[in-house]
């Protein structure tokens, strides 16, 4: 069976169009995981060792 260039170009195409929807789902997922790794809710101070950063500091959000 002779592949001709219309037949690569649509398999190209098609893969292109895979390999498109795999790099928006992975970006998806990096960041998801990025927000749950690095985001507000991964640093938090306990209320108990605030005096350890002096009297006078105040935490708007804990």
Not at 35 to 57: A, V, W, Y
Request: no cysteine.
């Amino acid at each position: 069976m002779a592949t001709t260039t219309e037949d690569l170009l649509k398999q190209a195409l098609e893969q292109n169009a895979k390999l498109l929807e795999q790099v928006q789902l992975l970006t998806e997922q990096v960041a998801y995981l990025t927000h749950h790794r690095f985001g507000r809710s991964s640093e938090q101070i306990d209320p108990n060792q605030t005096s350890l950063l002096g009297k006078h500091l105040i935490i708007d959000r804990i």
